[in-house]
């Protein structure tokens, strides 16, 4: 089991911590609740998040009823030491409503919860693990800055729009011709060689946007902005 280390935390007048959990792989909040010195002691020890419950007076250990345990990857204080933000990994659902996290609509509609194959009605929340793109784009930042010699992302860049340009283009072209035979074929082998191309495509887009200067995140701000509309 991973060694947590205990945060330094300043706990309020009542004895209680405000506690933020998050999802590690993702980043999304799943909950809100609080800790006593007993609650971070046993989080601390057991590796999985305790409360202290409120309304019962008492620890409560999350998911000792319905098994929806969360396992700790991390905790971390703010700045004033005044609240925390525990990092979890989540085993089912972590709201007592059935939906992934606390702030889903109660009927579980939203962008966690996927549609299941071919759109056939909701499934389980399956989580995407986007978060990894923030190290892919690191890297390619950074060959963005340093240029080392011998890399591939260097060699797309120094080639200039053009050259990254047509790599995007190319890929495109490669992920809908991989669809294509995997509409026909549905197999495990061309399942894999879509996702490959499908890498291959986003590799190349965020090559081309470092290539601009242009901040993925002002991507994702104009997804946002179109999001429900």
């Given at each position: 089991?991973?060694?947590?280390?205990r945060?330094?935390?300043?706990?309020?007048?009542?004895?209680?911590?405000p506690?933020?959990?998050?999802?590690?792989?993702?980043?999304?909040?799943?909950?809100?609740?609080?800790?006593?010195?007993?609650?971070?002691?046993?989080?601390?020890?057991?590796?999985?998040?305790?409360?202290?419950?409120?309304?019962?007076?008492?620890?409560?250990?999350?998911g000792?009823?319905?098994?929806?345990?969360?396992?700790?990857?991390?905790?971390?204080?703010?700045?004033?030491?005044?609240a925390?933000?525990?990092?979890?990994?989540?085993?089912?659902?972590?709201?007592?409503?059935?939906?992934?996290?606390?702030f889903?609509?109660?009927?579980?509609?939203?962008?966690?919860?996927?549609?299941?194959?071919?759109?056939?009605?909701?499934?389980?929340?399956?989580?995407?693990?986007?978060?990894?793109l923030e190290?892919?784009?690191?890297?390619?930042a950074?060959?963005?800055?340093?240029?080392?010699?011998?890399?591939?992302?260097?060699?797309l860049?120094?080639?200039?729009?053009?050259?990254?340009?047509?790599?995007?283009?190319?890929?495109?072209?490669?992920?809908?011709l991989?669809?294509k035979?995997?509409a026909?074929?549905?197999?495990?082998?061309s399942?894999?060689?879509?996702?490959?191309?499908?890498?291959?495509?986003?590799?190349?887009?965020?090559?081309?946007?470092a290539?601009?200067?242009?901040?993925?995140?002002?991507?994702?701000?104009?997804?946002?902005?179109?999001?429900?509309?």
């Amino acid at each position: 089991m991973t060694t947590i280390a205990r945060p330094e935390v300043r706990f309020g007048p009542d004895g209680l911590i405000p506690a933020v959990v998050q999802d590690a792989a993702d980043g999304r909040i799943l909950m809100l609740a609080y800790m006593d010195p007993e609650a971070l002691d046993a989080t601390v020890a057991s590796g999985e998040v305790h409360f202290h419950s409120r309304s019962r007076d008492r620890l409560w250990r999350k998911g000792e009823t319905s098994g929806n345990v969360l396992g700790v990857a991390g905790i971390a204080a703010d700045c004033d030491g005044d609240a925390l933000l525990i990092t979890a990994n989540p085993v089912g659902r972590t709201c007592h409503r059935g939906t992934r996290s606390c702030f889903d609509p109660a009927d579980g509609v939203d962008a966690g919860v996927p549609l299941g194959p071919r759109g056939a009605g909701l499934a389980e929340p399956r989580v995407q693990d986007f978060a990894w793109l923030e190290t892919l784009w690191t890297t390619i930042a950074s060959r963005a800055v340093e240029r080392p010699s011998g890399s591939y992302t260097t060699s797309l860049l120094e080639g200039g729009v053009d050259a990254v340009a047509r790599k995007v283009t190319e890929e495109a072209t490669e992920v809908l011709l991989a669809a294509k035979d995997d509409a026909v074929a549905s197999t495990e082998t061309s399942r894999a060689a879509l996702a490959g191309e499908a890498a291959d495509l986003l590799y190349h887009a965020l090559v081309l946007l470092a290539e601009r200067d242009l901040d993925p995140s002002e991507v994702i701000a104009t997804l946002r902005a179109r999001h429900g509309t």
